[in-house]
């Protein structure tokens, strides 16, 4: 066999195989795959200040029930309904945004972890603020 035909029959191959992986292969770079382990992406930040505001709420919530006298008692309880409707609200917002389910690092889990604790919350801070206006 000449080396033409060699050399021509080989860069056709070449061909072929670089035709038929370039639809895979820009397939591939188009959908991005789940977020490592370890990367903070927008979704798991928001998550997590959604889950943080809640958390403050509740905290200020606590406090505001145990000890519902006075003006620092009703600043608490409104303070701990604002944290907790802060916190459901972009917990909600992130659920709204993600893309994808549970585990593919769109905040997801957080999103609902955030509302859940925002709820809770906004139910604190609304018993402190009725209990701080039946006292005070």
Do not use: F
């Not at 000890?67 to 907790?84: D, F, M």
């Amino acid at each position: 066999m000449p080396v033409r035909r060699v050399l021509a029959a080989a860069g056709a191959a070449l061909a072929g195989v670089v035709w038929s992986a370039a639809p895979a292969a820009a397939h591939a770079l188009a959908e991005p795959g789940p977020a490592g382990l370890y990367t903070l992406s927008a979704g798991r930040l928001g998550a997590i200040v959604a889950a943080l505001s809640g958390l403050a709420g509740m905290a200020l919530g606590g406090w505001a029930l145990r000890r519902p006298s006075g003006r620092a008692g009703s600043r608490r309880a409104v303070a701990a309904l604002a944290a907790g409707l802060a916190g459901m609200a972009l917990g909600g917002l992130v659920v709204a945004t993600a893309d994808g389910g549970l585990g593919t690092g769109n905040g997801l889990g957080g999103g609902i972890v955030a509302l859940v604790v925002g709820l809770a919350a906004a139910v604190l801070g609304g018993l402190a603020r009725t209990r701080s206006r039946r006292t005070g």
